[in-house]
């Protein structure tokens, strides 16, 4: 039944025994996007498997307390097709009736509708409708629509891939449709479709032979998606959206989790093509897409709504444009808006993968308008990528993989992002007649865990035993000591940025950051700690501490980095090949224990806290010595850590504000 004039939604997702935990999470998050509607296979090769009876008994009650099931029962003539290792189909219509049969008497009363799935590959066999393995097939599915009909279940007849209008004419002509109650079509605009003429024309192709032959059934899409192997959510989006406005009675899209390698390589013909790893609503690692996003915050209209995040081209602009890769994000969306504030055009180029960071782009939107472009894209398309470089008057390469905990369980998809994202944009600059500078942010876990730095504790701090160290901090002398995936990935790219500043001239220099906090920031465990110590404080949570608790940072107001970018802008020709550490300085040191005492304070509540084991190349001690960038150009930083709490604390509690009252009004 449509919803609002749309279609009704429903999620497609193959299931297999033993899958108990990831039903659960596809459960979860249905419920999170408000889909109702779940598609799934029924395997008679699963169900003779051992343990296969006690995996239907289980799955089929348990998916019917949460949504509506359609159960997809397999079948394909012999040689036509679907691997007999998947489907081991019965081999005339009595048994394939005689396996409805079973499902129906014993979980029929957690479905109302029986789709008959079917997947023909060849298009010559529609030249041979005669072919005795044909005939067989349509007697098949006649005889099981009418025996599922007689039941009390409502058929669908599954699609047939682009050859729907001809499968459906078959199937009328044959006398099947009389048994039938929703015909189901499948395409993939974007990613499997050789031509496409839109849904209007496909699905109108359908309704007439429906016509033609006076059968009143239903049109669904039983099957649809986009796959983001290109890392485009933009695409998906704009695809999604597309079958919600096709005129179906229903839309099932493809698929709620991308596949792991796993499950790619398990030997199922459905996963025989790269591109069907990527065809979730969630990435392997379990991070939301954009369009899951959208959906679970305010459902099909919020996806609608998004059409800004589509920007391609501004009005022409008196100044050419500063792009910030990873512009969305907390560093990036407040340099934009320093930016935009001096009428300085500005292209956020923003994969919008981290939680909240459309927030930012829409707020930067909001006031600045025109001088703000969103480039959705990942620095991984390095097309994309270099014709964004190409308009640019200066280059802030803030996107990458930011937590050491993410590298440790995907260290190529780290590595693809930081060293070959920063390559690809190396690339594009080097290509052109006049280069625009680009300034980096590196880290300061490339100098690893500092362990030869002798420390000390001194209450609830650790602190170097070297007198020069305890005075000014870690210094751009420090030798590297890349441990992680993370810090050899933001090694890789740290050393790429100089070397091409000294091989190719480019005019390019590193910041080798410490702990940045201040507004527009969404932190993590894993990255934006002081952010994420507030909101947990905020909600009044639990805080995990890795190690004692009195490990040491200096943390760097947001706005005094700005300053810094802007320096740096200013003086690049001066600064060129250079590294600068970047931070609060000793003037702006803390323990995690300090901070904690602190946020106490500030929420006038004591936090709740956990201590549990240091993780893999943790510092117990750091802090920056930015003399050299100060030599060179004056900076110090002028917000102090008590201020610059107090403010980053009272904008979460604005945004929390915000966003009750936003639930409260729906």
Request: glycine share 8%.
């Amino acid at each position: 039944m449509k919803s609002n004039g749309h279609p009704a939604l429903g999620i497609l997702e193959w299931l297999r025994p033993g899958e108990e935990e990831r039903v659960e999470r596809l459960l979860a998050d249905l419920k999170a996007i408000g889909v109702t509607h779940l598609r799934t296979g029924i395997s008679w090769a699963d169900w003779h498997t051992e343990g296969g009876e006690k995996w239907y008994d289980w799955l089929l009650p348990r998916l019917a307390q949460e949504v509506h099931v359609l159960p997809c029962f397999h079948y394909t003539p012999p040689g036509l097709g679907i691997a007999a290792s998947e489907c081991s189909p019965p081999r005339n219509p009595k048994q394939y009736a005689d396996s409805l049969d079973v499902f129906i008497t014993r979980f029929g009363e957690y479905f109302e509708w029986v789709e008959l799935w079917n997947k023909p590959r060849n298009p010559l066999e529609w030249n041979t409708t005669l072919d005795p393995h044909w005939l067989i097939f349509c007697e098949m599915v006649g005889g099981a629509a009418h025996w599922v009909r007689t039941r009390g279940k409502k058929t669908v007849l599954g699609a047939s891939g682009p050859m729907d209008a001809q499968w459906v004419r078959l199937m009328c002509e044959r006398g099947v449709m009389q048994y039938i109650d929703a015909v189901g079509i499948h395409g993939f605009p974007g990613t499997f479709e050789f031509w496409w003429d839109g849904w209007n024309a496909k699905i109108a192709r359908v309704r007439r032979v429906l016509l033609q032959h006076r059968s009143k059934a239903e049109i669904w899409i039983t099957e649809t998606g986009y796959s983001t192997w290109r890392h485009d959510e933009r695409g998906q989006i704009a695809a999604f959206i597309d079958a919600m406005h096709a005129p179906a009675e229903r839309v099932y899209w493809h698929g709620a989790h991308d596949l792991d390698l796993a499950q790619f390589a398990n030997g199922n013909e459905f996963y025989s093509d790269e591109r069907e790893r990527y065809f979730g609503l969630r990435r392997q690692d379990g991070s939301e897409k954009l369009l899951f996003r959208l959906l679970a915050h305010g459902g099909l209209e919020a996806v609608e709504n998004s059409g800004w995040l589509g920007w391609s081209a501004v009005p022409r602009q008196r100044k050419r444009p500063i792009v910030i890769t990873g512009g969305c994000g907390f560093i990036g969306c407040n340099l934009a808006h320093a930016l935009c504030s001096r009428d300085q055009p500005v292209i956020l180029y923003d994969n919008l993968s981290r939680a909240g960071v459309e927030q930012n782009a829409e707020w930067l939107r909001d006031q600045h308008g025109d001088l703000v472009q969103l480039e959705v894209a990942d620095t991984r398309d390095a097309r994309t990528l270099a014709g964004c470089i190409a308009r640019a008057a200066a280059v802030f390469h803030f996107a990458a993989q930011v937590a050491v905990t993410s590298s440790l369980s995907a260290p190529v998809y780290d590595f693809d992002v930081n060293a070959r994202g920063t390559l690809n944009l190396l690339e594009a600059v080097r290509g052109l007649r006049n280069p625009p500078p680009i300034i980096f942010t590196s880290t300061n876990k490339v100098y690893g865990s500092l362990e030869e730095v002798d420390l000390r504790l001194d209450k609830e701090r650790y602190e170097p035993v070297d007198e020069q160290i305890r005075a000014c901090g870690i210094s751009e002398d420090q030798r590297l000591d890349l441990y992680s995936p993370y810090g050899c990935s933001k090694g890789a790219a740290d050393q790429y940025i100089l070397d091409y500043a000294r091989t190719f001239g480019l005019p390019a220099l590193v910041f080798r950051m410490s702990c940045v906090y201040g507004p527009h920031q969404f932190g993590t465990e894993d990255q934006g700690w002081v952010a994420h110590f507030l909101i947990k404080a905020l909600e009044q949570r639990q805080i995990t501490i890795y190690g004692d608790g009195k490990q040491v940072r200096d943390i760097l107001f947001i706005d005094d980095l700005v300053d810094a970018f802007l320096l740096a802008r200013k003086h690049i020709r001066m600064l060129s090949g250079q590294v600068f550490n970047i931070g609060g300085g000793v003037e702006n040191t803390t323990s995690l224990r300090e901070l904690l005492g602190l946020i106490d304070e500030l929420n006038e509540s004591r936090l709740r806290i956990r201590f549990t084991s240091w993780r893999p190349g943790d510092q117990r001690y750091y802090v920056t010595n930015f003399s050299r960038f100060h030599t060179a150009t004056g900076w110090s930083p002028r917000v102090g850590k008590l201020q610059g709490l107090r403010r980053l604390y009272d904008w979460l509690q604005e945004e929390r504000s915000t966003r009750e009252r936003m639930v409260a009004t729906g």
